[in-house]
């Protein structure tokens, strides 16, 4: 599976930006698609995640309730729709994939098996 996230950026906080990533391969459902973050100094740590019929997802709680993770299984894509931006989201995204058929079974296999190169993201006036 190769991956390749876009959609990063400049902007204020309050502001959204929306990331995308692009799989390919043929087995795109077969794995749950997350996003993970890791800000200057400090470690990667994870965003989100949704399984591979889309009908699951996992946020953490910093970004609970501002992010919404999607995927259009047809277009082997997934969405990070980030709102209400903080200076504290500024961060290189990366998405991942891997073969965990639900949220559990995604944690106990942490990290993802497959990585794409980050966009960086920052939040600032």
């Known amino acids: 599976v190769q991956l390749q996230a876009s959609g990063g950026g400049l902007v204020q906080p309050g502001g959204s930006l929306r990331l995308s990533c692009a799989a390919s391969g043929r087995t795109f459902t077969s794995h749950s698609m997350s996003w993970f973050r890791q800000a200057p100094g400090k470690e990667r740590e994870f965003v989100a995640v949704?399984?591979?019929?889309?009908?699951?997802?996992y946020y953490a709680d910093s970004v609970k309730g501002r992010f919404t993770i999607s995927r259009d299984n047809a277009r082997n894509t997934v969405v990070l729709q980030m709102n209400s931006l903080k200076p504290e989201d500024t961060a290189v995204y990366y998405c991942a994939a891997d073969l965990a058929t639900n949220v559990i079974d995604f944690i106990a296999r942490l990290p993802p098996t497959y990585w794409g190169r980050g966009t960086q993201v920052t939040v600032s006036s």
């Open positions: 949704i399984t591979g019929s889309g009908g699951s997802t």
